[in-house]
Structures are given as structure tokens and as C-alpha cells.
């Protein structure tokens, strides 16, 4: 695949994706603003991954491991773009 081809069709897609995951998130961060329920924002509940494994999204350890997880990934992303 080019380059022109990544920059014509990748990008804007990467782009487009970026954008619904932030209205996404907007969206789940003002439920937990109006309901007080944090489980919200577990990252097992936002991917759906409690229709594979029941109550994965339930509890406190659930909700560390979400947080973990959480962070785990950002400081991926932040060492990531230090480096370029």
C-alpha cells in the first residue's frame, strides 16, 4: 500500500474511528455523572465483553483490573509517541 493510499483512506479512517470512541466515552461519562454507577467506565462493560464471560464486568476486582488495564494502555501510548 502507498503512502498517498494511507493518507487518503487510512487516516480519515483512524480518524473517524477516534471520534465516535470519544463521543463514546462522552456519552458513558455523563451516565455515570447522572446514575452514580462507575461500572460504566469498566473497560470489560464498554467492549461487551460480559456477553462472552458473564459478570466479568461485576465487581471490585473487575473494576482494578479495568483501571489497570486502563493505564496500561495510555502509558503504551504515551512511551509510544515519546519515541517519535
Known sequence: MSKKTLNTFLKPLLATFTTFAA??????ILLVLVTGRIDFLNVFYIVGLQYFIPNIDKGILSQILSAFITIAIYLFFVFKLKKE
Open 23 to 28: 463521543i463514546h466515552v462522552a456519552i458513558l
